[in-house]
């Protein structure tokens, strides 16, 4: 049977830190206040002239590194994001130019803070069905473009960044399942509420931004991931001993820590990038990922929890030997 494996990640942030400290000066908050409910200290912003693509090429190259391909290796690529930097083309479109690879299909993943793993469990099925042999993966992410620096509620959660995958056929076990949802009926409790079909005037007008109800996000993202931890391991043959790493989407650090206590895995098995990063939305998963497989803490034969849960709603997960 063909799996597809990771054979290298990869990831970028930009080079601006924005620490909570620095928010204090923006809206009426605390560095308590938000290390206490949110487990944040910082997050990365892009530079006025850097676009999800300016940060997903160095996180692409980096994975294409270390999996020891070469542009005209890669048959696939698939980008998840929510911050493209145009309308059309696409951001897979604009970073295959970048990577001077040429032909392959490319396209976008628009599922927010999910992306990621819906992307991954899209580019499983090219590789399992041998439709392509080396996927590029991304998530990347510029959301600081789509927030209110005056709404407090929402300004201190998001950060800007890339991560990237090279996801190959392989022999060896790779991705053991995956696992993607949506329900519609609850697109407004997590928006932008406007875009080019709705409130378009809004949207002319730069009035684009993240609008939340935290308390029910947070309530809807606790349940719905304890629920698909545990359908995951099930369709997989699992327990919960058989998982080595969580390694979840970085919204907030009670969430995670909820999914943990879920799994009954103690923290120091839990990758946790969230303080240093923020919400980096569809970028969460492959940045935290790359940093714990390239400060040896994930190792080969490992098995990986990722999951994830974002605006629509989305959510998902992936079960993985590394
Ligand atoms: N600093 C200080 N006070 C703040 C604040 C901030 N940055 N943001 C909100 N508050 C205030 C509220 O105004 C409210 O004040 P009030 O009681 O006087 O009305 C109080 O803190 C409590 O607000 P509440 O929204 O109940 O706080 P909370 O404990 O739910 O924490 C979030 C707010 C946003 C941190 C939390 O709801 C959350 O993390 N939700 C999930 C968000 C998320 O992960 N979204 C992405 C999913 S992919």
Redesign the pocket.
């Known amino acids: 049977m063909t799996f597809a494996r990771i054979a290298g990640t990869g990831s970028f942030l930009p080079e601006k830190i924005l620490t909570n400290k620095d928010l204090e000066k923006l809206?009426?908050?605390?560095d308590q206040?938000?290390r206490d409910?949110?487990g944040i200290e910082q997050r990365h912003i892009a530079a006025a002239d850097q676009s999800a693509v300016d940060l997903a090429e160095p996180a692409a190259r980096a994975a294409m590194n270390a999996a020891d391909v070469v542009a005209s290796d890669i048959d696939l690529i698939v980008f998840a994001t929510s911050t493209p930097d145009r309308i059309f083309p696409s951001c897979a479109c604009l970073l295959q130019a970048r990577l001077g690879i040429h032909g392959c299909p490319a396209f976008d993943i628009q599922a927010v803070?999910s992306g990621f793993v819906y992307a991954l469990a899209t580019a499983e099925k090219f590789v399992r069905t041998g439709a392509a042999a080396n996927v590029l993966v991304i998530g990347a992410e510029v959301f600081s473009r789509i927030i209110n620096w005056n709404d407090?509620?929402t300004c201190?959660?998001f950060g800007d960044g890339a991560g990237a995958v090279v996801l190959q056929a392989s022999e060896q076990a790779g991705i053991l399942s995956s696992h993607i949802h949506a329900d519609g009926r609850y697109a407004d409790l997590?928006q932008v509420p406007c875009g080019i079909g709705v409130n378009y005037d809004d949207f002319k007008a730069g009035h684009g931004y993240v609008e939340?109800k935290?308390?029910e996000?947070?309530r809807m993202?606790v349940n719905t991931l304890g629920q698909i931890v545990d359908d995951t391991l099930a369709a997989a043959g699992l327990s919960k001993q058989d998982i080595d790493w969580l390694v979840p989407?970085q919204?907030?650090h009670r969430?995670i820590a909820a999914t943990a206590k879920k799994l009954a895995l103690p923290m120091d098995q839990v990758v946790v990038t969230v303080n240093k990063h923020g919400?980096t939305s569809a970028a969460s998963i492959p940045l935290a990922l790359d940093v714990a497989v390239r400060d040896g803490r994930i190792q080969r034969g490992d098995t990986l929890l990722l999951e994830a849960?974002?605006g629509g709603f989305t959510w998902g997960s992936a079960l993985i030997r590394y």
């Not at 809206?27 to 605390?30: A, F, G, K, L, W």
């Open positions: 809206v009426d908050t605390t206040w938000i409910r949110t803070c407090r509620g201190i959660l997590l939340m935290g308390n996000v947070f993202a989407h919204a907030n969430i919400n849960f974002g």
